[in-house]
């Protein structure tokens, strides 16, 4: 079973440039988390999906900032425009509705520096 | 602001020796998530504790979750160096689906 996906892994960009990432989930995974890792910081909570509804959107730092999930599969955030302090680096996570530990499980990232 | 504080911070010690991780917090999780993470990969999912008390166990890895379900151990026994990673803890607060970071362990064990 392929694991959680996300595209690209790296991006580099200047400051008040538009970035898009994507991430794919586990097949059948109706929850689709966005978290991101800021340099020396722990991880922290972005956004919650369930199917293509935000269910929690909480930690989503500012306006520019903006998250879809059309149909329900992949999802998107899109950085506009983008600033010094977004780098870091950006995780998504699927876990299975059916789950009442909801285990949550990790793609590889998208590291993004802005310059 | 919940906050889950892992200790220690750095860890560096010899193959076969035996190694602790705590993980504490002043808020409730309904459950907690134990991940390890290589550089340029994502957090790689360990165990899941969702009772107060409960101990799972993963080969040399014992995993503790505390009986009023705000802190939580990851004991190593006989380390080996395949064991060095970052190693955090998540806490589900109540309620929700979001995991609470912990700030990480980041152990290397020597040959």
């Known amino acids: 079973e392929a694991g959680v996906t996300q595209f690209p892994s790296h991006s580099v960009i200047e400051k008040g440039q538009t970035v898009t990432l994507r991430c794919d989930p586990i097949?059948?995974?109706?929850?689709l988390y966005w978290y991101r890792r800021v340099m020396g910081k722990e991880i922290k909570f972005l956004l919650h999906?369930?199917?293509?509804?935000?269910?929690?959107e909480s930690g989503m730092p500012n306006n520019r900032f903006l998250a879809e999930r059309t149909g329900g599969t992949y999802s998107t955030l899109k950085v506009q425009p983008a600033e010094l302090e977004d780098s870091g680096v950006y995780f998504c996570a699927s876990s299975w509705k059916g789950q009442t530990s909801y285990e949550q499980y990790f793609g590889p990232g998208t590291r993004l520096t802005v310059t | 602001t919940q906050l889950l504080e892992q200790s220690p911070q750095f860890l560096s010690i010899q193959e076969g020796e035996n190694l602790t991780v705590y993980c504490n917090s002043s808020?409730?999780?309904?459950?907690l998530q134990w991940y390890r993470q290589e550089p340029g990969e994502g957090p790689v999912l360990l165990v899941t504790v969702v009772t107060g008390g409960e101990v799972k166990k993963l080969k040399r890895l014992t995993f503790q979750f505390g009986d009023a379900r705000k802190d939580s151990s990851l004991h190593i026994t006989a380390a080996q160096p395949g064991d060095t990673g970052l190693y955090l803890c998540a806490g589900r607060p109540s309620g929700t689906y979001k995991y609470i970071f912990g700030t990480g362990t980041r152990l290397k064990v020597l040959a």
């Open positions: 999906f369930v199917k293509e509804s935000k269910q929690d």
């Open positions: 808020s409730v999780f309904s459950s």
């Open positions: 097949s059948g995974h109706d929850n």
